[in-house]
């Protein structure tokens, strides 16, 4: 379970999907946002994380698709999850880009923006037997969903 080097195309898909949202994000961001206040230690996790994921997606051919089992779930549900978070991104967009727009749940999911791509990196992690995947993704949600959380305590107070 510690993943087989090689460059994973289902890892870029992933990226490609978390990242583009966030390239347009920098030009629509809400209103009265400031990264000042974040807790530099969670703030340290989620850039450690973020390049974690970022490695582990691209460098471990485990993630790849293979011949169908019920083990295929786990991407099935990563993917669904992924999907989700896109839709997520199209009611932000759409919206009057607030604060609280941004800090929002999404199907029960609370602060989805964060929440929805940790979960479908973790799900990757899982089906592909990646333990560096699964740290990785833990290390980045404490940092990037804890900061979510900061903030949307500070803007709901």
Known sequence: M???PGFSYTGLIFLLMLMIPNLIWVKKQPQGYSAEKENRFLAVLERM???LVTCC???FSDFNLREWSNWSWWLVGAFALMVMYEIWWIRYFRSERTLSDFYSSFLG???AGATLPVLAFF???IYGKVVWMLMASMILGIGHIGIHMQHRRENHA
């Open 2 to 4: 510690s993943g087989h």
């Open 49 to 51: 994380g973020e390049a």
């Open 57 to 59: 997606a691209l460098i």
């Open 109 to 111: 999911v609370p602060v």
């Open 123 to 125: 799900l990757l992690g």
